[in-house]
């Protein structure tokens, strides 16, 4: 019953910063978790970060703590993922993912039941 859109991505250089857009439609009364996974070329799709949709801390892998955010206002049901100091190594395909249970891993694809199409993030100089 949920959609998710995600958006954003385009080329920066590297120290450069970028916003992705995860817009969620649909039944959003019955969303817990908001994850962004990322998929380099050539590499699996792997977990960045996630935080509960209500707000709270964010769990992040050590390659992106303390550079990339996810926030949403109350109310609002489009979260945002500001990434700062980009590097090449973070070149890849970006998804918004959705959960809608309160058990499992953050960091587990199993988790989450509805994901956005993907947006390219390319850093190069």
């Known amino acids: 019953q949920v959609q998710v859109v995600d958006s954003g991505g385009r080329w920066v250089q590297p120290g450069g910063s970028l916003r992705l857009s995860c817009v969620v439609s649909g039944n959003t009364s019955s969303v817990t978790t908001v994850a962004w996974f990322r998929q380099a070329p050539g590499k699996e799709r792997e977990f960045a970060l996630a935080r509960r949709w209500s707000g709270g801390v964010t769990f992040s892998e050590d390659s992106v703590k303390d550079r990339f955010l996810i926030s949403r206002d109350t109310g609002d049901n489009t979260a945002h993922l500001q990434m700062n100091n980009l590097q090449p190594a973070d070149t890849a395909v970006y998804y918004c993912?959705?959960?809608?249970?309160?058990?499992?891993?953050?960091?587990?694809?199993?988790?989450?039941?509805?994901w956005g199409q993907g947006t390219q993030v390319t850093v190069s100089s």
């Open positions: 993912a959705i959960g809608h249970q309160w058990t499992g891993s953050f960091k587990s694809e199993d988790t989450y039941s509805a």
